[in-house]
């Protein structure tokens, strides 16, 4: 069922260094999971969840808290949040408090910078394996991998003449 691994444990590698470099790897992705998601208190970033909820510990600079008193004292943008999402929302006040808008969305979308650079690099990944791996323009393939746009099979293969006349 795992041949590679099967193929790297017949290797002279032994077992313990094995167990090592496997819980050394677990431990950093464990670290790297903590990163993302917080597990000490999240009180500080309640203003993000409850804008119109007055929070004492906010940690937020003066301006984006003048910014956040005025935001709360508005019934109408009260009204438009009880019917959006959280990230709706803070993206529809980005014109009146672009600034507060900012800090929410980073907050809320820890992962934005992220995220293409892992799928690219998990696509590369899986094209150039060892049975692949002589391939040399990566560029293309990582960009139909990566691209969201779904391929048009049927149209490319109806531009195609299947047998070409001689």
Known sequence: ???????????????????????????????KFNQYFLTENVEPFDWVRQPFTNCSSNNLPSELEDALIELSSDRTLQASFASKTLDEFWLSVVQEYPGLSK????????????????????????????????????????????????????????????????
């Not at 017949?10 to 992705?29: F, G, P, Q, V, W």
Request: hydrophobic share 35%.
């Open 103 to 166: 800090a929410a969305m980073d907050i809320l979308t820890p992962f934005g910078s992220t995220y293409l650079c892992e799928k690219t690099f998990s696509s590369l990944a899986y094209i150039k394996n060892k049975y692949r791996c002589c391939l040399n323009s990566m560029e293309e393939n990582l960009r139909v991998a990566v691209s969201s746009i779904d391929p048009r099979i049927d149209l490319l293969c109806s531009r195609k003449q299947a047998h070409p006349s001689h």
């Open 1 to 31: 069922m795992f041949s590679e691994l099967h193929d790297f444990l017949e290797s002279d590698m032994n077992a313990n260094s094995l167990k090592e470099s496997i819980t050394c790897h677990l431990r950093s992705l464990l670290d």
